[in-house]
């Protein structure tokens, strides 16, 4: 896999001691106990429904062309759309790469936690495991992004409490541009026993059946691979590049991140069945599973697409792992109509 230059760290990105680290994708999110993650719960209380409740500022980031094109070559995805600054106003960033400006707001939800009472032990439960997000259109170098983090439903499943975060990120003029909706389960601990559901979940994607016979992608994971996608990316998580931190976390090494195996996904549809066109992408949707260990391999299917009625094509995919376990199931992207 190629990697690009580490980007400028932004005045935006808090230090990297005040980052909280987390289970992020970890094998069998929905079904691990806490204590398979190396967590010690002595006393673990109820998730407060006072998590909806959680005041996350906004966070500002300007993105520049060092960024969008340090991602997509962290991917090893080339596509001309993300790198030929020989086209005026053409470059633009790969589908997934709302992820980044994202994430700040994530981790300073997190910090927020103990302000309700949760312990640092309690939040280290919480896994990725599922993502959504809906793309008004592709983030471009030059904008000045503002995202908003609102924790919109608390529910208790099997494994512990479900908390549905969604992240909003807005243009200078304040048009959105992308709309994620993403699940945790905090493993082991329950809510205090009121569900609050999502008021308005995003909706059902039509034509999501398998059908016909998928194109196959292999792609080659290097040993170095989640490093270089913590920096491109910015986005820093000590289980992913720390091996004292993922052994003390329960993982047998550090892992690759959940969004680096998703994004993968990405790419092999936009080149299956977008005509390499990433402009046409509009939404995104998966289920995080099993880990990625480094150095491996990775599989990915995409299934031919389905045309909707609203004249967008559904395609599905899925990534497995060099075990042929699921890292991402249940892949689904959405893609607008697609002309020669």
């Keep these: 896999m190629l990697g690009g230059h580490t980007p400028r760290r932004q005045r935006h990105n808090p230090p990297r001691s005040s980052i909280v680290p987390c289970t992020a994708s970890l094998p069998s999110a929905i079904s691990v106990p806490s204590t398979a993650v190396g967590i010690t719960l002595t006393k673990a209380m109820p998730v407060p429904s006072a998590l909806l409740d959680l005041a996350v500022d906004p966070v500002i980031h300007d993105i520049d062309l060092r960024w969008t094109m340090a991602y997509a070559a962290a991917l090893g995805d080339h596509n001309d759309r993300y790198f030929d600054t020989m086209r005026s106003n053409t470059v633009v960033a790969h589908p997934l790469f709302s992820v980044c400006p994202e994430w700040n707001a994530i981790v300073a939800s997190r910090s927020q936690s103990s302000t309700i009472g949760m312990t640092t032990a309690e939040v280290l439960t919480g896994v990725h495991a599922t993502h959504d997000v809906t793309i008004h259109r592709l983030v471009r170098p030059g904008d000045r992004l503002t995202t908003q983090l609102q924790i919109v439903a608390l529910t208790d499943i099997g494994p512990g409490a479900k908390a549905t975060t969604r992240l909003i990120t807005t243009d200078a003029d304040g048009q959105e541009v992308t709309a994620t909706t993403q699940d945790a389960i905090y493993l082991g601990i329950p809510t205090d026993g009121t569900d609050h559901l999502d008021p308005m979940p995003p909706t059902v994607i039509a034509g999501s059946n398998r059908t016909g016979d998928p194109t196959t992608f292999s792609i080659d994971i290097a040993a170095g691979a989640a490093h270089t996608y913590t920096d ?24 690759l991140h959940g969004t680096a195996t998703l994004a993968h ?64 199931r249940d892949g689904l992207i959405v893609l607008g109509e697609l002309r020669e």
Aim: aromatic fraction near 4%; proline fraction near 8%; charged fraction near 15%.
């Design 232 to 255: 491109c990316a910015r986005i820093w998580n000590p289980i992913h590049t720390d091996r004292a931190v993922a052994r003390a976390a329960g993982l047998p090494d550090i892992i």
């Design 265 to 328: 996904g990405v790419t092999a549809v936009v080149n299956a069945r977008a005509n390499g066109r990433p402009e046409l992408v509009r939404r995104i949707a998966g289920r995080f599973a099993a880990m990625v260990r480094m150095p491996s391999m990775i599989t990915i299917n995409v299934w031919p697409g389905t045309l909707t009625p609203d004249g967008t094509t559904t395609v599905p995919f899925e990534v497995l792992n060099a075990q042929g376990d699921a890292a991402v």
